[in-house]
């Protein structure tokens, strides 16, 4: 697979972003192959299966991030993947400021 250098540094841009806008360690959130973070208040995830994961592609993830699509979308087109306690991110979402 050939990772896009470009995108690989929007995507880590934004992971960065989610985790400064919503610090912590209780929602792991996948974005392959470009990376993964771990944010949102609450316990914190150190080894074994997370408590909470998101997970998605690029292409959606900064969709997401830059507001040109909804977390309620992305669930009911099957784009996105979010499992588990916290992991619903609308609250921090878009991370792009009006």
Do not use: F, N
Request: a positive charge; one cysteine or more; charged letters at 20%.
């Amino acid at each position: 697979m050939h990772i896009d250098p470009q995108t690989r540094a929007q995507v880590l841009a934004a992971l960065r972003a989610l985790q400064a806008k919503a610090p912590g360690r209780s929602v792991e959130v996948r974005i392959p192959p470009y990376g993964a973070a771990q944010a949102v208040p609450g316990g914190s995830h150190r080894r074994g299966t997370p408590r909470a994961v998101v997970e998605t592609d690029a292409q959606t993830w900064l969709a997401l991030c830059d507001g040109s699509l909804t977390w309620a979308q992305a669930l009911a087109t099957g784009r996105l993947h979010a499992s588990g306690e916290r992991s619903d991110l609308s609250a921090w979402l878009p991370l792009t400021s009006d």
